[in-house]
């Protein structure tokens, strides 16, 4: 038992806090925030995992341009990132907010009417900008508030960062059950509830996000790239976060594929992406302080990617029994958990890590690029994928490749 718990028994705190204590803890803004990542994921969860279907079945797009559109998505929002980090540092959090929340309506609704190529991919662009400018200025807030909070004595700053890791799976968990369920009318339909989440989301911002955020100083965009180019730690640990991204963008383009040849249809897939989110719903927090009690952030993340690599292996073993039906979907439950264990063992260590990295001043710049590197890993990948899975190669090929590329990004893990 470290000293830090003793003193903490002894002042008669918790060593192990639960989700309700740490909850309790919070100022109003990051429960603002917490809750704003909860219905960001609604909205977002409840259209896009049926958008890869969408796009190949009910308009007709070739593998390539499917993986295509779907990388372009990612990296229209990872990648512009470093944009919208950019922006909350000039400008504060709720401009920037606000803006995203009205693009994001747009792009959802363009979506829901969109029938040629170029349309697709506008509404998709406009969909991943929106998030751009909304996510790294919440997210940016978040890890500052973390830091705070663990300055204060609440705790080490991953329990805060879990949390709005288990707010965002929750809505991950609730939207895509919302999605199954009206797109038994129509795909539009799905896209237009999601902008009417949006709507709600902008509503409640316009009138409880702060104009100004003690602590958080304006500094002026220019000035704060080239010392990021040149910090290689950083750029570092955004390749290596730029791996996971990719395996995780799987569950929108390996995952659909390999439950489609399964059972013949996607209906089970709205059920795997709810075991992934009540998986962190329920094991986030407890894997989070099993993590800090015993692992610095560098292992924290290895032990993810690890755990992430064999999930890709345990489709690729399995795949060639051609096993159908509700057995055929057993290697994909075991990629899905893997996955998420992998996750929650990564995204928590990754952001934590941020801020000891950037400069004073340029926590949304530097949260905005991490987003960027790894989302342009993630568009030349997901082509990639999407161009192996038509070639006509074994079916296990695509699957063995993702596995090798997590274990690779360990070695771009800096030293702490």
């Given amino acids: 038992m470290t000293q830090q718990t003793e003193t903490e028994k002894t002042l008669g ?15 109003r803004l990051l429960r603002l925030l917490i809750l704003t990542q909860l219905a960001f994921s609604i909205g977002f969860f409840a259209v896009l995992p049926f958008l890869a279907e969408h796009l190949g079945t009910a308009i007709g797009m070739a593998g390539w341009m499917v993986g295509f559109v779907l990388g372009l998505r990612t990296f229209s929002q990872q990648g512009l990132f470093v944009v919208g980090g950019a922006l909350a540092d000039r400008y504060g959090v709720r401009p920037v907010v606000l803006a995203g929340c009205v693009l994001r309506i747009a792009g959802f609704a363009w979506l829901g009417y969109a029938q040629a190529d170029w349309s697709v991919i506008g509404s998709v662009l406009l969909i991943g900008f929106a998030a751009a400018l909304f996510s790294p200025a919440v997210e940016s807030e978040v890890a500052r508030q973390a830091v705070v909070w663990e300055e204060a004595g609440g705790g080490p700053r991953t329990g805060v960062l879990a949390l709005f890791t288990v707010a965002g799976q929750a809505g991950a968990f609730v939207g895509p059950l919302i999605g199954a369920l009206l797109l038994a009318v129509d ?11 949006f709507v709600l989301v902008l509503a409640g911002h316009f009138w409880l996000l702060p104009q100004h955020i003690p602590g958080r100083e ?9 010392g990021l180019l040149r910090n290689r730690r ?26 489609e040849r399964a059972t013949g249809s996607q209906a089970a897939l709205a059920w795997l992406f709810g075991l992934s989110s009540l998986l962190v719903v329920t094991a986030q927090l407890p894997v989070t302080r099993w993590a800090a009690e015993r692992l610095d952030l560098r292992r924290s993340m290895t032990a993810g990617l ?21 057995a055929g979907l057993l290697p994909a439950a075991g990629f899905v958990v893997l996955l998420t264990l992998g996750q929650m063992l990564v995204a928590p260590a990754a952001r934590a890590w941020v801020p000891d990295l950037a400069v004073a001043g340029r926590l949304g710049l530097y949260t905005g690029a991490m987003s960027s590197v790894s989302g342009l890993i993630v568009l030349v990948g997901s082509a990639g994928t999407g161009s192996l899975m038509d070639t006509g190669l074994p079916a296990a090929v695509p699957w063995l490749v993702l596995a ?3 274990v690779a990004s360990i070695a771009l893990l800096p030293r702490r």
């Fill in 187 to 197: 795909y539009r339909v799905v896209c237009l509830a999601g902008a009417g989440v």
């Fill in 306 to 326: 690890l755990l992430i690599a064999a999930g890709f292996g345990v489709v690729a073993v399995m795949r060639p029994a051609g096993w159908t039906g509700n």
């Fill in 13 to 27: 705190e918790p060593a192990r806090p639960s989700r309700r204590h740490i909850w309790a803890q919070l100022n």
């Fill in 234 to 259: 950083f750029l570092a640990l955004c390749c290596a976060y730029g791996a996971y991204l990719l395996a995780y963008n799987q569950l929108y383009l390996l995952l659909p594929d390999e439950v």
């Fill in 404 to 406: 090798a590329i997590p």
């Fill in 218 to 226: 304006r500094v002026e965009v220019k000035g704060g790239l080239g």
